[in-house]
Structures are given as C-alpha cells and as structure tokens.
C-alpha cells in the first residue's frame, strides 16, 4: 500500500499536473497569437493537430520520463520496451483533451455576425460565423477542384475529395450583364433565346440593366413545358421572372445607383465538399471507374443541395480545406483574379447555441479516461528497490533531448547524414507552414516545389532531378525514410567517408530520378527512397567483401536483404515508385563495388590502429602494475 501512495505522489501526480497545465499553456498561446492578436496566418490543421502533437510531447519527455524511470520496468523474457510504452501512453491521454480544447476554443470565441446583405462581409470586421437577410447563390457560376491523396500508414487508401466553390451575390449579378457577357456560356441569360419577365411583364434585355439590383425581391426560372404554357413559343428556351419589392423606397432604376453601392462581384462562396476513400491496391482502370461514379454521385447530391437554406454560415481560415476551394474559385474564368481574397462559408443547419456540441465536457472526460488508465498501468509495475529521488535519477540518465539530438546534430565521423536529414525535415516543416498539407502534399503542390516530372525534364528543367530527393509527400513518407538513412549512415558514412558517402547518396539519388522519369510518363516523383536505396545497395555490396568483419556481415547481409526485398515487393502493390528504388539500388550496387578497392586499404589501416591502440593499451597497464 505504501508502494501505491509513493507512486501516486511521485509519478501520477506530476503526469496530471504536466497534463493539465500543457493544456492550459497551449490554448493559452493559441487563442493570444492567433485568435486575438492573430500575428500571422498559420494552417488551422497546423494549430489544433500537429502542434498540439508535438507541444504535448515536449514536457513528458523532459519533465515525466524521469519519474517513470522509478518504476521497475524490465521484462522476464527480456522483450519490448515498457519505458516507451509508458511515455507513449501518457503522451496519448494527454493530446485528445489538447486537441478537443484547441476546436472548443475555436467554436466557443467565434463571434456571430448580422449582416442585412452579404456584400457587408468585407465591410465589416472579420469574425467566424454570419447570418445573412438578403444574398443570392448562383449555381451556374461554380467552380470545381479535384484532389486526390493517398493515405494510411502503407499508402493503402486512395482518397478523392471534390471542392465545389458557388459564388454568393447581394442580388441576381446579371443586372449588370457586360461584367460577365450576358451571351457567356455559364450565364443563366442566352442573349438570342431566353425570354424575361419583370413583374409579369415581357422586357427587352436592353432593359435589363435600368433594374436597381436592391429592389429585386425573387428571381425564379421557367424550363420547357412550365414556360410555354404561360408564355407560349416565346418561352420554348425558358424564362427568367423577375420580382421587385414593392416596399422598396430606394431608386428605381441602376442609373441612379453609384457603383460603391452595388456589388456586381460575388460577395462570397460558399463552400460544398464530397469524399470519398477506395483501395489504393486496385488496378488504375478500376481507380478511374471508381472517380467517375464518385463524381457523377456528387454532382447529383450537388445539384439536389438547397444552399440557400441553412441557420448561419461558417468561415473557412487558413487550412487545407480553404486552398481547394481558393483553387476552385480560381478555375472558373470568370473570377480566377478574385481567388486569392475571397471569402469563403460553409452553411451550418443547426443552432448557433450548439455550435460547441459536447466538446466541453469531453475536454475533462476524456481527461479523466486517459489518467484513470494511466493510473492503472502504474499499478502494475513495481517502484525500484532503493531508488533514488527523480533529480537523481534524472542526472544518471543524462538529458533525453541530448539523446535525441543523435538523430540530428553532426559529429565526427557521422556528419553527412544528420545534415541531409535536416534538409529533409526543415523543408517537410516549411511546406507543412506554407499550408500544403501534413499527412499528405497534393502533387500539384509537390510539382511547383520541384517534383521530378518527365514533361518538365523533357522542357529542360533538369534541376527536378536533384531537388526532388528533398521532397516528400507527407509526414509518415518522411519519417520512414530519414529512419532508413539514419540505420544505413550509421554503419556506412565512418567507412566511406564524408566525400565518398555524399557522392553515393547524390549519384544514387539522381540515377533513381531518371529511372522514375524513364518508366513513368507523367507521375509527379518525389521522396529521398531512391538515394536511400543507393546506399543500400552500396551497403550490400561491400557486405559481400572483407571491408566489414565478419561478425557483422552475415547479420547485416540478412536484415539488408529483407530491408530489400520487402520494400520492392510491397512497391509491386501500387503507389510507391519502384522505378526509383531499383534505379538507386542497382546503381548503389555498382558505386560499392567500384570503391571497395579504396576501402579496403581504409578498413586494413583502421584494422592495424585498433591492435596498435590495443598493445599500447596493455603496456600501459603493465607499466602501471
């Protein structure tokens, strides 16, 4: 029992208090930077997921590790790695309450905003939610973006999303029709066909542009027999009704409007998404039939939508999601120059009272979940005989974030790899604040940062085949690869050498680059796999010779050849590109044969100064004796 209140003060305690007080300071900091004083525009992901993550991590590692370490955690059979799990464990009851406090904060501080015309929006100060008298959703005027994804830790969905971006308007925009060209193929107007009628009354187009857009109260439009049975041939290509206010006090007529006080531009969009996720293993042609159903299923809900109905209307920030629809907005010709400030809403049905849902007391509940469990896991492991106090303990140890930094920092003998793991992770950060993505990178992002692309090295764009290898195209895809080049380099760079070893990852790299472009004919490539299959292969091949001891090679020539052979059989199931691997393997294999010559003089004379220092070693000793 005494056991169970020495833990409870000395470990459980200390986790709620890092727990509560991470939350605390983080949410803090988001709502002062970026809600309050909002001192610069960062991804919403970015804030509410991924820094969370880790800002979550940071003072378990330093503050909760130690004290953990109290606990006697080794295993009978000598397998798995309790320590891990344990911090793993209090990490993960502690970033679902981050995370619900991070959408909470968002919700609940949102302020409401009353406009009498949505063309008010930008007149007004920004705030995240809207309610709207008077607008107009013109359909006709969408615009579309597509986007694809892979996802899964082994790529193995396909995800497709399809962004609709529909323009709002204070009133019908074709009451001034030259903006768009009342004959353009989208307007809702065909100049030579389309009958109008104001007030029941037949009007010439020419006409059209004397209604004051304000004083229009219904706009509504007859199709086929509806038409013709209330206006006869006349009507046999539709006809567009048009209803003033008579209520309406303002002038009559546009002449008499100043063009301030109309708003011809749409005032915003609003936003409609549709996804969707298949198998990322089935054959490309069963991919394309898959989009085209997903498409057509979309375009008819779409069409089905009622967009002008709903209780208010929520803003989009800065966000993956917001990039779409800036992209479909940009698709449409009429206001690709529009796309960079527009504004755009998605409708909420629900009322504004419930907009936080039940994200408040989920903040403490699953709080309690994850520390009620964490308690348990405490219980079943045994505090250490004689431990020392957690200070103690924690100066053995030695400082967790120096043991981290052996991934990154460069020292001697081990020098090019950290640096090129650096650049790969420093450019994966960038993209991920320049709002691209972080589980994945859309590959019209990846192509304008220097994706390897066979029509643009066909252009003379040669460069893509160097700056790929620093591209990636999500988090779990760079992860995976700098733990590759960090297990090779380890063993690989103190042989070969500084020089040696960056010109084996540049060549490998860069042959796998023209492998990728040669076998594919308009794939967006990126990723360092082809360079990191290089060294693997100049890896395997000086495991053949006598440049390692013979300790090691046989451990090693079994682990590199599964390494191997597993990576190229799983590329065989789809997207991965094994073109590069295996350009970068063979050509790794070539570049190791080529310079075992030289290091096998190397090995021999660092060989010879290990049994010197040993013979030195042993007089000295003697000499002492």
Do not use: C
Request: proline share 4%; glycine share 8%.
């Amino acid at each position: 029992m005494k056991q169970y209140g020495t833990k409870l003060r000395l470990i459980f305690l200390p986790f709620l208090f890092i727990s509560i007080a991470t939350i605390i300071v983080y949410t803090f900091l988001h709502w002062l930077l970026f809600i309050k004083t909002v001192i610069m525009p960062v991804d919403e992901d970015i804030l509410n997921l991924i820094a969370p993550m880790i800002f979550a991590g940071i003072p378990i590692l330093i503050w909760l590790r130690p004290k953990i370490k109290l606990l006697n955690l080794k295993n009978k059979n000598g397998k798995g790695d309790p320590l891990t799990g344990y911090i793993m464990f209090a990490w993960m009851a502690t970033l679902p309450p981050l995370v619900i406090s991070q959408s909470y904060l968002t919700s609940a501080t949102g302020k409401l905003t009353s406009l009498n015309n949505i063309n008010q929006i930008d007149k007004v100060p920004a705030t995240k939610y809207y309610k709207a008298k008077h607008f107009y959703i013109d359909k006709s005027l969408t615009g579309f973006q597509t986007r694809f994804n892979v996802s899964g830790k082994y790529n193995e969905h396909f995800d497709m999303y399809i962004y609709a971006a529909v323009p709002m308007y204070d009133t019908l925009h074709i009451t001034k029709t030259h903006n768009f060209g009342i004959s353009s193929p989208k307007s809702p107007i065909n100049s030579n066909n389309t009958l109008l009628v104001l007030n029941g009354k037949i009007i010439a187009k020419d006409d059209l542009h004397k209604v004051n857009p304000r004083s229009i109260k219904n706009i509504s439009v007859l199709k086929g027999a509806a038409g013709m049975a209330l206006y006869g041939d006349k009507a046999k290509n539709g006809v567009i009704l048009i209803t003033t206010n008579p209520d309406y006090k303002g002038p009559d007529t546009l002449a008499s409007v100043h063009d301030d006080d109309v708003n011809f531009t749409p005032s915003a969009w609003i936003g409609v998404k549709f996804d969707k996720t298949i198998s990322n293993r089935l054959p490309r042609d069963e991919k394309e039939e898959a989009y085209k159903t997903f498409a057509k299923e979309s375009q008819d809900d779409f069409n089905s939508k009622r967009l002008d109905e709903f209780v208010y209307l929520d803003r989009i920030n800065y966000s993956t999601d917001q990039k779409n629809y800036l992209k479909a907005i940009a698709n449409d010709q009429h206001y690709h120059n529009l796309s960079s400030s527009a504004i755009v809403l998605t409708s909420v049905n629900e009322p504004f009272e419930t907009r936080t849902g039940h994200e408040l007391p989920w903040i403490f509940g699953s709080l309690a979940i994850g520390s009620a469990v964490f308690m348990l896991l405490l219980l079943l492991k045994p505090l250490r005989k004689n431990f020392e106090s957690p200070v103690a303990d924690t100066k053995k140890s030695g400082s967790t974030l120096k043991g981290i930094g052996i991934f990154f920092w460069p020292r001697k003998g081990f020098y090019v790899t950290p640096v090129i793991i650096d650049l790969n992770i420093i450019i994966f950060i960038i993209m991920v604040f320049a709002g691209l993505g972080f589980i994945s990178f859309q590959a019209s992002d990846l192509l304008k940062w220097g994706g390897n692309f066979r029509p643009a090295i066909n252009s003379g764009e040669y460069w893509r085949l160097f700056t790929n290898m620093f591209l990636h195209g999500g988090v779990m895809h760079v992860l995976m690869n700098m733990y590759g080049l960090f297990f090779v380099g380890l063993f690989l760079e103190p042989l070969m050498g500084r020089g040696k070893y960056l010109l084996t990852y540049l060549i490998t790299g860069i042959v796998a680059s023209i492998a990728s472009v040669w076998w594919h004919p308009a794939t967006v490539s990126i990723g360092a796999s082809g360079a990191i299959f290089g060294l693997y292969g100049a890896f395997f091949a000086l495991l053949t010779t006598n440049v390692f001891p013979k300790a090691l090679k046989k451990t090693f020539l079994i682990n590199t050849s599964i390494f191997i052979g597993y990576n190229l059989l799983f590329g065989l199931t789809g997207g991965i590109d094994n073109a590069a691997h295996i350009g970068g393997l063979l050509s790794g294999l070539i570049l190791g044969y080529t310079m075992y010559p030289f290091l096998k003089d190397k090995a021999q004379q660092e060989e010879a100064d290990a049994e010197t220092h040993e013979l030195l070693s042993d007089l000295n000793d003697k000499s002492e004796e």
